[in-house]
């Protein structure tokens, strides 16, 4: 049985932070107990409880706990106040009784013409720091990006994982997906955006872009990362082409696959699926221990590749 529960310093270097991510090695009962934690089939008491039986103290299970929680500050790759691009608070009308949608925009600095547009669907944490960090990039990538914040409705991200996970069931799930629908036809007519409208979706988000090629006929593209997939009778509708990223090592996502993909084949969608051995459910997320750099790094590369060439 491997443990690992390692008291982590205080970094400040990215590097630093990222070689001590690769240097952990967590079993995978712990990884699994972990991922039902982060999706909500398990509360934090019955997550330390469990893994005290594999860990063998209860101090061992807190500190597990502890290295397999997000530290965004360090690893952060582009800060808010960076002058390459320009942000701001961006808000548009709900259909479904909201109130309004708000979420951050990100584009490049001093951009000439048009620019295609991404749409951003966070984790089931809501617009953590994390995800504003992913739009940051998009923006350092040339195009125009928004990630919505679904808990918005519920006072926003509250700044806090924990109370973050605590918020999410709490959201009206019809609502929530009309949301997004509204945010995606809303960015198609941004002045700034060239009316080409693609959305990336990571872990609840991916099961998102999958539902919005679904439901929305002229969306130009749609990256699910360890995506839940739609219902295959829903499949026919899809009209974007579709970049589909799987961690090798996540069978709660993975088992839909197989009749997801024959759907895909039988309506003649446009798609490319990647599956990235040995990884774990999470592995862009760089601000925890499941990041897996090597597997981000081409998925992001081919994620903005794809976009670029369906965005124009």
């Given at each position: 049985m491997l443990v690992c529960w390692p008291r982590f310093p205080v970094l400040t270097n990215l590097e630093a932070f990222m070689s001590l991510l690769t240097s952990q090695d967590f079993s995978p009962q712990i990884l699994a107990l972990f991922d039902k934690f982060v999706?909500?089939?398990?509360?934090?008491?019955?997550?330390?409880?469990?893994?005290k039986t594999h860990l063998g103290s209860a101090a061992a299970a807190a500190a597990t706990l502890s290295a397999l929680s997000p530290r965004f500050a360090v690893a952060q790759q582009v800060r808010p106040d960076d002058k390459r691009i320009e942000t701001r608070w961006q808000e548009f009308d709900s259909p479904a009784g909201n109130?309004?949608?708000?979420?951050?925009?990100?584009k490049p600095a001093?951009?000439?013409?048009?620019?295609?547009?991404?749409?951003?669907?966070?984790?089931?944490?809501?617009?953590n720091p994390h995800i504003e960090d992913i739009t940051r990039r998009l923006a350092l990538d040339g195009f125009?990006?928004?990630?919505?914040?679904?808990?918005?409705?519920?006072?926003?991200?509250?700044?806090?994982e924990d109370k973050a996970r605590e918020l999410f069931p709490k959201l009206d799930a019809a609502k929530t997906r009309a949301d997004f629908v509204a945010s995606a036809k809303a960015l198609q007519s941004l002045p700034e955006g060239n009316g080409r409208v693609g959305?990336?979706?990571?872990?609840?988000?991916?099961?998102?872009?999958?539902?919005?090629?679904?439901?929305?006929?002229?969306?130009?593209?749609?990256?699910?990362?360890y995506g839940g997939q739609p219902p295959v009778e829903e499949v026919a509708k899809i009209k974007a082409p579709l970049l589909i990223h799987y961690a090798g090592q996540?069978?709660?996502?993975?088992?839909?696959?197989?009749?997801?993909e024959q759907a895909l084949k039988a309506a003649g969608v446009s798609y490319e699926a990647?599956?990235?051995?040995?990884?774990?459910?999470?592995?862009?997320?760089?601000?925890?221990?499941?990041?897996d750099a090597k597997a981000a790094a081409l998925a992001w590369q081919r994620t903005v590749e794809f976009l670029r060439a369906k965005l124009g």
């Amino acid at each position: 049985m491997l443990v690992c529960w390692p008291r982590f310093p205080v970094l400040t270097n990215l590097e630093a932070f990222m070689s001590l991510l690769t240097s952990q090695d967590f079993s995978p009962q712990i990884l699994a107990l972990f991922d039902k934690f982060v999706h909500g089939d398990v509360s934090r008491r019955a997550f330390l409880d469990q893994a005290k039986t594999h860990l063998g103290s209860a101090a061992a299970a807190a500190a597990t706990l502890s290295a397999l929680s997000p530290r965004f500050a360090v690893a952060q790759q582009v800060r808010p106040d960076d002058k390459r691009i320009e942000t701001r608070w961006q808000e548009f009308d709900s259909p479904a009784g909201n109130g309004k949608v708000r979420g951050l925009l990100a584009k490049p600095a001093n951009a000439k013409g048009k620019l295609p547009v991404v749409l951003v669907v966070h984790e089931n944490r809501g617009l953590n720091p994390h995800i504003e960090d992913i739009t940051r990039r998009l923006a350092l990538d040339g195009f125009l990006a928004f990630a919505p914040d679904a808990l918005f409705t519920l006072g926003g991200y509250p700044g806090d994982e924990d109370k973050a996970r605590e918020l999410f069931p709490k959201l009206d799930a019809a609502k929530t997906r009309a949301d997004f629908v509204a945010s995606a036809k809303a960015l198609q007519s941004l002045p700034e955006g060239n009316g080409r409208v693609g959305v990336v979706g990571f872990c609840f988000g991916g099961g998102v872009a999958n539902y919005l090629a679904t439901q929305i006929p002229d969306l130009a593209a749609a990256v699910p990362f360890y995506g839940g997939q739609p219902p295959v009778e829903e499949v026919a509708k899809i009209k974007a082409p579709l970049l589909i990223h799987y961690a090798g090592q996540d069978e709660r996502i993975n088992a839909a696959w197989p009749k997801y993909e024959q759907a895909l084949k039988a309506a003649g969608v446009s798609y490319e699926a990647f599956v990235y051995e040995g990884t774990q459910h999470g592995f862009n997320n760089d601000t925890t221990p499941r990041f897996d750099a090597k597997a981000a790094a081409l998925a992001w590369q081919r994620t903005v590749e794809f976009l670029r060439a369906k965005l124009g």
